[in-house]
């Protein structure tokens, strides 16, 4: 879900809450080492993304929240903050050249340059978060 996030809107707050958690606690995020992933510069996005990311001339970086059942990653577009609401179940990631990850959730994607240590490290906790979080299959 591709969603404006802006303004504090008490509706659209709860219908994140309800796809990917409530924010995990200060206790939660000192355990974790942080829960956030540093800024990452976007290379490619699918259509309705990019209709947003060519409206100004910025370089197009985001970043990830980690919640409890998903993600949240978010990218400003103008004075605008969209966020692209991700549950796990429906996230996708793939490792496209050896700097280079993909984030694909139904009909969004975003290609993300990834060259530093802790941005690799962050993609680590991510796809172990997912692994974690995922329901085991009794077969």
Known sequence: MLINISYNNKVIDRKINSLVGTPYSLADRLKKKGVGSPRLRI???????????????????????????GIIVRFRSILETYGLIIP????????????????????NYLKINVLKNDEYSFFKKLLDEKVSSTPKNPF
């Open 88 to 107: 796990f179940f429906k996230l996708n990631i793939h490792k496209e050249t050896s700097n280079q990850y993909s984030i694909f959730s139904e009909n």
């Open 43 to 69: 290379n490619k996005s699918s259509e309705k993304i990019n209709n947003l990311l060519i409206l100004d001339k910025n370089v197009n970086y985001c970043n990830i929240e980690l919640r409890p059942k």
